[in-house]
């Protein structure tokens, strides 16, 4: 009887550890199971972060290409910000050579002018009144006189004077003083230090030979400019070669026209004369 | 194309043809020419002008005459006068700019100052 207890009690311990056995293997497949679930995560999530690796080191490749392009950029930014310097630069030489041609072309329209006047008259008179008014509009004289060439007397004599009285001027033999040497050479004369000049009217700031081809005829000589002219301007070089010339052949034309005139009412007197 | 009328009151035909042949540079205006003073007030008279530009030293009548008088008139009374002149001293300046001439300009002539005040006065572009 006892023995048949311990057999039912053996059997029922067998029993149990076998249930604990089996509930064992059940446990170590689910861990087996757990184990391959946390592999396979583990190998995704290496995946995972393997593919995120490779998309950083693209960016290095693309910060590097950003580098190059940003200095590609501010090479060219260089070039452009020298381009517009140069541009500028071009600018203000175009601005400066704009201001030079238009100041040439204003003189040369004055040159032009000058020059018509001298030339718009055969009257002896007038053309010295245009002389005048070149020498007080264009020029800036305020004291000033033409000297022409008696060829009788080989002297210089006031036609015409401005801002002085004509008697008061000088009968200037050809080679005396600076105005006679001037007749005698057919040079310029100018004082460039107008500030030291002291007025003496043998000795005048500016004087002129009026000249056809090398023959000289007169001069005009300018003792004084204007209070508001303090130098001579480049273009007033100009209206003296001008002058010079123009106003030569315009003084000898107007005479040359007075005594024919003048030859031709005579003549006329007489034909009148004889054919009454 | 020519907006503005200008009168050039001015004996010498030497200066009067330079201020002229400065002032055609400007295309918008059209200019009429006066010997003297007296010759100015009769085209002032009958025709009606936007800018004057006149000398002073002149036989008849001379600028600073014309000036008072052509201020007086109510038609000109805001027409822009410019001076041009060879009186280059301070007071000459403040007697005509007193007398209700806008710019005064003094010889020798330069263009370049006419052009200038031609546009200044009338507001025009270069």
């Keep these: ?276 | 194309m020519s907006r503005y009328k200008v009168l050039v009151v001015e004996d010498s035909p030497t200066m009067r043809q330079l201020i002229v042949f400065a002032l055609k540079r400007i295309r918008e205006l059209t200019i009429v020419e006066a010997n003297d003073g007296v010759d100015g007030l009769k085209k002032l008279s009958t025709e009606s002008f936007d800018l004057i530009f006149t000398d002073i030293n002149m036989p008849i009548m001379d600028g600073l005459k014309l000036v008072g008088l052509v201020r007086k008139d109510s038609q000109y009374s805001q027409v822009p006068i410019v001076i041009i002149t060879t009186e280059g001293a301070d007071e000459d300046r403040q007697r005509a700019l007193a007398l209700g001439a806008n710019a005064y300009i003094t010889k020798p002539i330069q263009t370049g100052k006419i052009i200038d005040a031609a546009r200044n006065l009338l507001s025009l572009q270069a």
Aim: hydrophobic residues 40%; glycine residues 4%.
């Design chain 1, 1 to 276: 009887m006892v023995e048949k207890e311990d057999e039912r009690g053996t059997a029922k311990r067998v029993e149990e550890f076998l249930q604990v056995f089996k509930k064992g293997a059940e446990f170590t497949q689910d861990l087996l199971k757990e184990n391959e679930r946390l592999r396979y995560q583990i190998v995704q999530l290496e995946e995972v972060q393997k593919s995120r690796e490779t998309p950083v080191s693209s960016s290095d490749d693309e910060i590097d290409q950003l580098h190059k392009r940003i200095e590609g950029l501010e090479a060219e930014k260089k070039e452009i910000l020298d381009r517009i310097q140069q541009v500028e630069a071009e600018n203000l030489d175009f601005a400066n050579r704009y201001v030079e041609i238009e100041a040439e072309n204003n003189n040369l329209a004055n040159l032009y002018i000058a020059s018509y006047q001298l030339h718009s008259t055969l009257d002896y008179r007038e053309v010295l009144q245009v002389i005048t008014e070149i020498i007080i509009n264009l020029i800036g004289a305020e004291e000033f006189a033409v000297l022409l060439l008696e060829e009788k007397t080989n002297k210089l004599e006031a036609v015409v004077s401005e801002g002085m009285d004509e008697k008061g001027l000088p009968s200037v033999e050809v080679g005396d003083g600076i105005i006679g040497q001037m007749a005698k050479t057919g040079e310029n004369y100018f004082i460039d230090d107008l500030e030291q000049y002291q007025r003496d009217i043998n000795h005048p700031i500016v004087c002129i030979p009026l000249k056809i081809k090398e023959h000289v005829i007169g001069v005009i000589v300018i003792y004084k400019l204007l209070v508001q002219k303090s130098r001579f301007a480049e273009v007033d070089y100009e209206l003296f070669t001008l002058l010079a010339g123009h106003a030569a052949t315009a003084i000898f034309s107007s005479k040359l026209y007075s005594e024919s005139e003048r030859k031709l009412s005579t003549i006329q007197g007489f034909i009148d004369l004889l054919t009454k």
